[in-house]
């Protein structure tokens, strides 16, 4: 079965940066795209970015410019770099992998706050 891990959350100030690791197992993520998504309290859950197949990224508006989402495929892990980080970027961050369904993690938690 395939499992899917995020780590990499906590409590940053605003401008800060965290980088968000995603650990998939029983599954090649070289051979699916590979998104992060954001839920805030209160609010749907939001795509934030892509990987795909072929390595090309893409970003939703909000965080483009400041978010960068990268793989590794001998680690089988899937990165998002956060950098300026703002209060309203305050969510839970869930990893997906783009196969049947969609195959989620658990989620971690990310919290920006002076």
């Known amino acids: 079965q395939v499992q899917i891990v995020e780590s990499g959350g906590g409590l940053v100030q605003p401008g800060g940066s965290l980088r968000l690791s995603c650990v998939v197992s029983?599954?090649?993520?070289?051979?699916?795209?590979m998104e992060w998504h954001r839920q805030a309290p209160g609010k749907q859950r939001d795509w934030v970015a892509t990987?795909?197949?072929?390595?090309?990224?893409a970003y939703a508006d909000s965080v483009a410019g400041r978010f960068t989402i990268s793989r590794d495929k001998d680690k089988n892990t899937v990165y998002l770099q956060m950098t300026s980080l703002k209060p309203e970027d305050t969510a839970v961050y869930y990893c997906?992998?783009?196969?049947?369904?969609?195959?989620w993690g658990q989620g971690t938690q990310v919290t920006v706050s002076s």
């Open positions: 029983r599954l090649e993520i070289s051979i699916t795209s």
């Open positions: 990987i795909t197949r072929g390595g090309n990224t």
């Open positions: 997906r992998a783009s196969i049947s369904a969609g195959l």
